[in-house]
């Protein structure tokens, strides 16, 4: 049978001895550390701030009747005011010393596997300057290879964080800093940022992708006429993404286009390489020439439409939740496919609550449709025409005047979209009149993250993963 355990941190321990009669002594020596002895520790303080949040730790364990340093499968520590129970397998396995993680590499020298699954811990509490208090914990069955001088220390701070994270993820509360848009919010809240600046300052870069990950759309001037420049611009966030249409691609009208972007016609809202299994999440359009009338670009927040779909018609809505749809681009020399609903939600169940809308992935876009392969009649005779009711309802919502962001991209423009949520379009442009050359290029979404949650630690302390808000802790 596994005990529970206890934790104490003795400052709360010392001042019990003077007022309960018959509480078991502190036995000093256990709360020696290399660092710090905590009872001169204790004298040395004064109450210093840390040690009043210490008494704050303490969890009483007379009922459980457990000392320090009995080993057990579970231990309690102190958080906040109330006891929590951990799992000495987690703190095992996400022990951070030398010989568990490389210090240079920062990778994991053992395997979760490794750990024997009778594994006990006893824990006690400890100081360490840099890190304040601590949880240390002395195995017993540690991993084969491990001597009894291994000891695994973790923070308060970081048990907290761990902690609420586990009840996040377990609650289903995601974090989105996206800002849903129409035309007239989009309008008031567009941002364009100088390329130098852009280039030179990380705090630029910054805003310019928190802007970029609220809103989907971000606009840069001044941008250098080059073929690299686009590259310059993806190669601040980081690698940029390699497709068949090159690591950077033209968008010019040319004579029997094996695409109809590379045509002088009016495309329709669309995302791009919806028939590849992770499509790109950022898009950049860099303008080298503008010299034909039109062929001003447009764009729709997909996120916004879908969720005023929900607020029109649950119905609609769920059918785009479900309808399966197929992309493809089937050439003599490449054939993707990919099927795909037009509405992902993330796979919690609360996330299909009305109030709770967490879109996953918006995917439109009909250039790239191939014909349907499910529910085309037979057992399924009303599918297809609900498909055709709720995508007719979604396309005009996407398109409606007062959702549509209109602009026409100047030398020296680049825009930079989100692929996976703004759709874009273009109209139609005279290319008789002049010339009008794209330039484009892709960046991932791991790559993209990546950095924002590089910048976010650096300048806020905090980023976001799987939708969870994390704080940097020591
Ligand atoms: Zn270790």
């Not at 966030?237 to 068949?244: D, R």
């Not at 016609?265 to 359009?285: A, C, E, I, R, V």
């Not at 980023?463 to 020591?474: E, L, Y």
């Amino acid at each position: 049978m596994s005990l529970n355990l206890t934790t104490r941190l003795p400052p709360r321990a010392l001042l019990s001895q003077a007022t309960r009669a018959g509480h078991r002594s502190p036995r000093g020596a256990s709360y020696l550390t290399k660092d710090v002895p905590i009872r001169q520790f204790w004298r040395n303080s004064q109450r210093s701030a840390q040690a009043a949040q210490a008494e704050h730790l303490v969890h009483d364990a007379t009922n459980l009747g457990q000392l320090d340093g009995k080993p057990a499968k579970h231990v309690a520590v102190n958080i906040d005011g109330d006891p929590r129970i951990f799992d000495t397998v987690f703190l095992r396995d996400s022990c951070t010393c030398p010989r568990c993680v490389d210090p240079d590499s920062r990778q994991k020298l053992f395997q979760t596997s490794d750990i024997p699954q009778d594994l006990e811990g006893a824990c006690r509490t400890v100081v360490d300057r840099e890190k304040g208090w601590m949880v240390e914990v002395v195995w017993k069955n540690d991993i084969p290879g491990y001597g009894a001088e291994h000891r695994t220390r973790h923070s308060i701070d970081w048990l907290r964080r761990a902690l609420t994270t586990e009840l996040e993820l377990r609650g289903g509360v995601r974090s989105d800093e996206r800002v849903l848009w129409d035309r007239e919010k989009i309008t008031n809240n567009n941002k364009w940022v100088d390329y130098k600046d852009y280039m030179a300052e990380d705090e630029v870069l910054f805003d310019a992708l928190s802007h970029l990950n609220k809103y989907g759309l971000l606009f840069l001037k001044n941008v250098p006429e080059s073929e690299e420049s686009v590259v310059d611009i993806a190669g601040r966030i980081g690698t940029l993404k390699n497709t068949f249409y090159g690591r950077t691609w033209d968008v010019k009208s040319k004579p029997n286009a094996e695409n109809i972007a590379y045509t002088h016609q009016f495309l329709g809202l669309h995302m791009d390489l919806l028939y590849t299994s992770n499509p790109p999440h950022l898009q950049l359009l860099h303008s080298l020439r503008a010299r034909s009338p039109g062929g001003e670009s447009l764009f729709s927040d997909s996120f916004e439409a879908a969720h005023s779909l929900h607020h029109s018609s649950a119905f609609h809505f769920r059918t785009l939740c479900t309808f399966p749809v197929t992309y493809h681009y089937h050439h003599p020399t490449h054939h993707y496919h990919h099927t795909r609903p037009t509405i992902e939600l993330f796979a919690y169940p609360k996330y299909s609550e009305p109030t709770n809308l967490a879109i996953r992935h918006i995917n439109w876009s009909p250039p790239f449709q191939g014909p349907f392969e499910a529910r085309i009649g037979g057992e399924n005779q009303t599918a297809l025409r609900n498909y055709l009711a709720a995508a007719n309802a979604f396309e005009k919502l996407l398109s409606a005047e007062e959702n549509l962001y209109e602009y026409r991209l100047e030398e020296g423009d680049c825009v930079i979209f989100d692929n996976r949520r703004v759709l874009h379009a273009r109209r139609a442009f005279d290319a008789s009149k002049g010339e009008r050359w794209l330039k484009g290029a892709y960046v991932d979404d791991d790559v993209f993250f990546s950095k924002l949650r590089v910048l976010e630690e650096r300048y806020e302390g905090r980023w976001i993963a799987d939708g969870v808000v994390r704080h940097a802790v020591k």
